[in-house]
């Protein structure tokens, strides 16, 4: 038996989509940019997913464009909103995937912006009246880049009211919203983001497949150069398969968007309280109320030897979890998001991330395996 806990890394892909995928890769062979009958099959596909997306998160279809994932459409806006729209600052949290303080980091060494990282709180949260005074006391063009849900210890950020702030300094808004995509409701007609970026593996999608949420006041250079593909901002022949499958996996998650995240909070739940009552020094980090994600559990393990061994022998039990973002994999350290919250160096986290597809009868074995390991 093979249990899979690690859904915040990537998620399986739904049938339906396997099927969508095999179809057009079987039936749709032109490329996209051919005007003849086969490209315009292809075109077609592209177009067709297009509108599903927007239609979702409320955007025109203009404002919706596709890229390989969450992290190129951070970088492009990241790089090309000092290029583009000549951005000189840019706030982000401390606790942003590497993509977005990577590239941060990055052009403020090549001396192209000022970087502002905010602190958060022992929960992850950020704090709005930092964001406000950071806001107030900076002179030039500013791009604020704060993630809607984390990936490592669950806490989701108010971007309801970010998004108000960043408006009334003038400030461009970008969010990362891997996390939160088709599992909590995104109206881009009332909230005040410039852009938005999504990755299809994470909603049980393709790899290597997402988009960009681009407003039409905000259009940005491209990243790559070559074609006129996207409306001639983002170069490269379409992932057409790809592209099939991201809409087809996108409107099955929002369509069963409330049953799927009152399901998976239920097995989050269930492990919180048969890990909370064992009397372990079992603790759980991030914000664990109504600002915390559904399908996300960080637990902080006792500081014992025992801890150090949880993730593998939890593999050698056939169980998945992680030890923190799959995109950190193989360091030692604690990860720059539970160094943020000041999770005790002694302590080992492991983060336990569900679906739809897992069962109470796998989480309640994954539970009994810790405390065996852990008594």
Request: aromatic letters at 6%.
């Amino acid at each position: 038996m093979h249990i899979y806990f690690d859904n915040a890394s990537t998620t399986p892909l739904y049938p339906e989509v396997m099927e969508e995928m095999f179809e057009v890769q079987k039936s749709i062979i032109g490329n996209p940019s051919s005007i003849h009958y086969h490209g315009r099959n292809a075109r077609a596909s592209i177009e067709k997913a297009r509108k599903v997306i927007a239609e979702y998160i409320h955007a025109s279809v203009g404002e919706v464009y596709f890229t390989s994932g969450a992290t190129e459409s951070n970088n492009w806006v990241l790089r090309s909103a000092v290029s583009s729209l000549g951005v000189q600052h840019l706030v982000v949290s401390a606790i942003e995937h590497p993509c977005v303080l990577k590239t941060s980091r990055a052009l403020e060494t090549e001396g192209k912006i000022q970087l502002h990282i905010l602190p958060v709180d022992e929960n992850g949260s950020v704090d709005l009246i930092q964001l406000e005074n950071v806001l107030g006391a900076i002179n030039g063009k500013v791009l604020v880049s704060i993630m809607h849900g984390n990936n490592e210890i669950g806490t989701m950020q108010p971007i309801q009211e970010i998004g108000e702030i960043c408006h009334h300094y003038g400030a461009l808004f970008h969010c990362d919203a891997v996390q939160t995509i088709t599992k909590y409701p995104i109206n881009l007609q009332s909230l005040k983001v410039h852009f938005l970026s999504a990755s299809a593996h994470k909603f049980h999608g393709p790899k290597g497949v997402g988009f960009l949420f681009m407003r039409n006041d905000a259009i940005l250079r491209p990243l790559l150069l070559g074609g006129s593909q996207e409306r001639s901002v983002r170069a490269g022949t379409e992932n057409v398969a790809g592209i099939a499958g991201m809409a087809k996996a996108f409107q099955l998650s929002c369509d069963n968007m409330e049953g799927n995240r009152i399901y998976i909070q239920s097995l989050k739940d269930r492990v919180m309280q048969r890990l909370g009552t064992a009397y372990l020094d079992i603790r759980f980090n991030g914000n664990l109320n109504q600002h915390s994600l559904s399908h996300i559990l960080s637990v902080s393990l006792p500081p014992t030897l025992k801890s150090d061994m949880v993730v593998m022998n939890l593999d050698i039990e056939g169980i998945s979890v992680s030890s923190g973002s799959a995109c950190s994999a193989g360091i030692e350290e604690d990860s720059h998001v539970l160094q943020a919250i000041q999770h005790p160096i002694q302590r080992k986290a492991i983060r336990c991330s569900f679906s739809k597809f897992n069962t109470i009868d796998e989480v309640d074995f994954c539970c009994d395996v810790i405390l065996r390991i852990l008594s």
